[in-house]
């Protein structure tokens, strides 16, 4: 079964067992890794909106607990600077005119 099957299938009875969250959660990490994490983190924020009140508290949960589990294992500093170094190419200091 698909990750994300099993996280909405778990908002749409309206109950998830801690131990069904921590298990998906290192599932999806073990299979994809961060991006994995990051991609059920959108597809949370991005349906949450869509789903019916009631439904929304326990998706907020499962989206609160992915993140959690993201900075918990891939902490944002390392992540923040590696980005940081693909996004800013070095600068070169000017030469100065002597």
Do not use: C
């Amino acid at each position: 079964m698909n990750i994300s099957e099993i996280v909405w299938k778990s908002v749409g009875r309206g109950a998830a067992h801690p131990s069904e969250v921590l298990n998906t959660l290192i599932e999806l990490d073990n299979r994809k890794g961060q991006i994995g994490l990051w991609a059920l983190e959108n597809e949370l924020r991005a349906k949450m909106p869509l789903l019916r009140p009631a439904a929304r508290p326990l998706a907020q949960a499962w989206l609160e607990a992915t993140v959690l589990y993201r900075t918990t294992y891939y902490p944002e500093g390392r992540l923040s600077r590696l980005f940081h170094r693909f996004v800013q190419p070095e600068q070169q200091p000017l030469p100065f005119a002597s």
